[in-house]
């Protein structure tokens, strides 16, 4: 079944720029979505179709899935960081193939 | 305001059997795709299960498949997992959530927030 990587922690100082990736094989051929999870929360969809945001979500947040690492690798973006951005984040895939549902391990964004 | 609240989830003895509801508010029920989507205790997301918006068309995980039922309701805006042969990997917080319509990209733009399934041995 397919897999989706992501690191387990990633840290930023607050007004800076945080990248989370998310990997995976052929990853530029699928949307990628991600989402925002806050301790004792549901989760919260903050990009879909690699690069779109809900409506409510900041525009700090932007989503990308355009080739990098040779079409393997999209990338969460989350601009001018704040206090309140330190959550789980995960990314989701669905593999139009075998009609399943694929979420990334996971990822906690720190705010040092 | 869209709201998704579901219920039924507690204790259940392993091979037990344990039915989840979910009650839809706040928008066309009937014309969104549904689906299941659990969290066990400290680790990340899995997906469950999906229904259409007709309830036609169902998907289970290979984890869940031949224990779990996904049906819907659209008469009572509910959704529902009837759950069987429970085992303690499925113990977890069982999250309804709603595909996004804008796009046919299986995202999930609503979400509840979760029961929680405890399966003793």
């Known amino acids: 079944s397919y897999v989706l990587t992501q690191p387990p922690s990633v840290s930023v100082a607050p007004g800076q720029t945080a990248t989370i990736p998310c990997g995976g094989t052929n990853l530029g051929s699928k949307s990628v979505h991600w989402y925002q999870q806050k301790p004792g929360q549901a989760p919260v969809l903050v990009i879909y179709?690699?690069?779109?945001?809900?409506?409510g979500i900041p525009e700090r947040f932007s989503g990308s899935n355009s080739g990098s690492n040779s079409g393997n690798t999209a990338t969460l973006t989350i601009s001018r960081v704040e206090d309140g951005d330190e959550a789980d984040y995960f990314c989701q895939v669905w593999d139009s193939t075998t009609d399943d549902i694929v979420f990334g391990g996971g990822t906690k964004l720190t705010v040092l | 305001e869209v709201q998704l609240v579901e219920s039924g989830g507690g204790l259940v003895q392993s091979g037990g059997s344990l039915r989840l509801s979910c009650a839809a508010s706040g928008f066309p029920f009937s014309t969104f795709d549904m689906h299941w989507v659990r969290q066990a205790p400290g680790k990340g997301l899995e997906y469950v299960s999906s229904i259409t918006s007709d309830g036609g068309g169902t998907v289970y995980a290979k984890s869940v498949k031949g224990r779990f039922i996904i049906s819907r309701d659209n008469s009572k805006n509910t959704l529902y997992l009837q759950m069987g042969s429970l085992r303690a990997e499925d113990m977890a917080v069982y999250y309804c959530a709603r595909e996004i319509a804008v796009v046919p990209v299986k995202a999930f733009d609503c979400w509840g927030r979760g029961t929680l399934v405890t399966v003793s041995s």
């Open positions: 179709y690699d690069s779109d945001r809900p409506s």
